[in-house]
């Protein structure tokens, strides 16, 4: 018997209120189905809020916190909500963090950024480099771990050059957003949605690629236009904030080799063979696991493990809301109201108002189960991550930017993040609508 058997019934009150609610309550919501309803909105509250008030817990802490609820108050076993857990996606998504922590501890992506601000470019041509290198490594590593890399590289170096670090920081995440798009390995959200959905990467490929590079040069436009008067050079003095960046990996020919030959093998596995994708991760970064030089604990320690237990948190807890049969109850209501999410432009416009709201991988897992048409995968994977440049809050590759910033000196707020956010979202959800429109899927 679980904990809501045993609870009393509901009292009267509630009761006479329930059939006055928009679908029928009473057959819907018992004790069991109140408890995991409940439990729900406290968890996607908390990822609107990044926290739940007065308690130290950040997303990944509220979607544990409301996983141990479903299995304390017994709706699910532990088994259950271990089943609950897509093992495929897990293990996808970890394997790329170590592949791309092999690529920042050999050096890398700091190299790279410190070559391409020395070259002796134009603003505007160093602001298309910048653009066209962190969305091609953000289509193949984490986009996460590209900008944690790269951030604080390019705001000194760009200080150091005595220019303004801030559209070229913002040029950093929004082209990080866009790059990973491209692939179902570009991003946490499109791993799920490639995976749960078994999307051919090739297929994905064909399909994301033109609207993502057409996104890439409108926010070339969007941030040069601004710029064509020289606006991007600062004053002298600006060169002072540039800080010292330590700790930054030193290039490492042999691991940088190692990395990028087992990104390239995997990337012609994904396009050329059947091989899981998850089991062929798996195996690369055991590969690269195997090192004489380069410590195991200093790969693990760039993994990114809340948010996998963020991914964990939300499987069970979601699970449990289908489960209860309460998800296909919202939908038809929402269909009885004008609200289907089977067709495109609701679906597309549900996943951007959600991606920004409660941020785009647990927006992604709550529209998963709406995922039943051809076009929904590819769709549910561009819109989620472009909707992500709006606000701040809207990726986690932005706040890991602002962040760095703001250890160069640098502040970037939500304004100056908007001013470039809002109509870079725009005009890239544009190109990508009319794509879909021009090619159905």
Known sequence: MTIAEKLPPLPDWL???????????????????????AIFVVVYAGMILGGLPRLMLDRAGVALLGAIAVIGLGEMSPAQAAAAIHLPTMLLLFSFMVISAQMRLGGFYSTITRFIVALRLSPLVLLAMVILIAGALSAVFSNDIVCLAMAPVLAEACLRRRLDPVPYLLALACASNIGSAATLIGNPQNMLIGEVLSLSFAGYLNIALPPVLLGLV?????????????????????AQLASMIRDVPRFDAWQTFKGLAVATALMLIFLLTDWPRD?????AAGVLLLSQKLHSSKVMGLVDWPLLILFMGLFVVNHALQDSGLTQHAMTWLGTQGLDLGDPATLFGTTL?????VSN?????????????PWAGP?????????????IVGSIANIIVVDAARQCGIKIDWKQHARVGLPVTLVTLAITAAYLVWRPL
């Open 361 to 373: 991988v647990p927006a992604v897992m709550l529209l998963l189960p709406a995922a039943t048409e």
């Open 353 to 357: 108002v959600l991606s920004n709201l």
């Open 279 to 283: 089991v062929a991760a798996l195996v």
């Open 15 to 37: 009761a006479d209120l329930l059939p006055h609610l928009p679908f029928d309550w009473p057959a819907v919501l018992d004790v069991d189905r109140t408890l995991i309803l």
């Open 218 to 238: 409108a926010l070339w436009a969007l941030l040069a236009w601004p710029a064509r008067h020289g606006v991007l050079l600062v004053d002298p003095e600006a």
């Open 379 to 391: 769709m549910l994977a561009l819109v989620s991550t472009l909707a992500g440049n709006l606000l």
